[in-house]
């Protein structure tokens, strides 16, 4: 884990894309995409259908790591509505393990409005002074973390082109990468991105590499 702060709040970033609170001892993960593979299935796209294993394995491992007694969860928690009914045993079970082990929060998103078995269901909600929501709320001038966008850095080193998940950040403004195993990205430097971390004095890509904390600008006013 790399130490990061913002707003005042010491946080640190997982390699798992999860972000840790060590103050509140909470984990947070967003845009797990819980049985994406099943949804795309109903349609004629068969995929692996072990995503919502690999995802919640994840987790998992992500808690020990932590030692985390919370989580938050920032949305987009299942790819769709009727994706908790169509969890399968096992991953089912791990779910309902976890939301045992942890006092478990599910932020409302966009795809899935958070519907789940277990855990509690807000849209959004305030912690220590930081909103926790699905999508920045742009002209929010409030501290703020969030998910939804699925922020990659993509960059060329050394004749390489590179592409890792990231978190976008300014002085309020916090964008968690996706979480979920089977989910894609948008370049963290998207207009709609930098649109959504205003107002800003400036944004930049940030992520750990080599247990370090590495920034790279994307928009300065």
């Known amino acids: 884990m790399v130490p990061f702060s913002f707003a005042g709040e010491e946080f640190a970033l997982t390699s798992a894309c999860a972000l840790y609170w060590p103050r509140e001892a909470a984990l947070l993960v967003a845009d797990l995409h819980l049985e994406k593979a099943s949804f795309f299935a109903r349609f004629g796209q068969m995929l692996p259908p072990y995503d919502s294993r690999e995802t919640l394995e994840r987790v998992a491992l992500a808690i020990r790591e932590t030692g985390?007694?919370?989580?938050?969860c920032l949305g987009d928690n299942f790819h769709d509505a009727e994706g908790v009914e169509r969890?399968?045993?096992h991953a089912a079970g791990m779910l309902a393990a976890?939301?045992?082990?942890?006092?478990?929060v599910w932020v409302a998103g966009n795809h899935d409005r958070?519907?789940?078995?277990?855990?509690?269901?807000?849209?959004?909600?305030?912690?220590?002074?930081?909103?926790?929501?699905?999508?920045?709320?742009?002209?929010?001038?409030?501290?703020?973390?969030s998910g939804h966008f699925h922020p990659r850095l993509k960059v060329t080193a050394r004749g390489r082109r590179i592409v890792?998940?990231?978190?976008?950040?300014?002085?309020?403004?916090?964008?968690?990468?996706?979480?979920?195993?089977?989910?894609?990205?948008?370049d963290a430097a998207d207009p709609a991105?930098?649109?959504?971390?205003?107002?800003?004095?400036?944004?930049?890509?940030?992520?750990?590499v080599q247990g370090k904390l590495?920034?790279?600008?994307?928009?300065?006013?």
């Open 214 to 221: 590495v920034r790279f600008p994307l928009w300065r006013s």
């Open 193 to 208: 991105i930098l649109a959504a971390m205003q107002p800003a004095r400036e944004v930049s890509a940030v992520l750990p």
């Open 68 to 72: 985390a007694r919370r989580v938050f």
């Open 114 to 145: 958070g519907r789940s078995r277990e855990g509690t269901l807000v849209d959004e909600l305030s912690v220590a002074g930081l909103l926790l929501r699905h999508e920045a709320r742009p002209g929010e001038t409030r501290p703020e973390l």
């Open 98 to 104: 976890l939301t045992r082990a942890t006092d478990w």
């Open 87 to 89: 969890l399968e045993p």
């Open 164 to 186: 890792r998940p990231c978190w976008v950040a300014s002085e309020r403004k916090l964008i968690l990468p996706a979480f979920g195993a089977l989910t894609g990205g948008m």
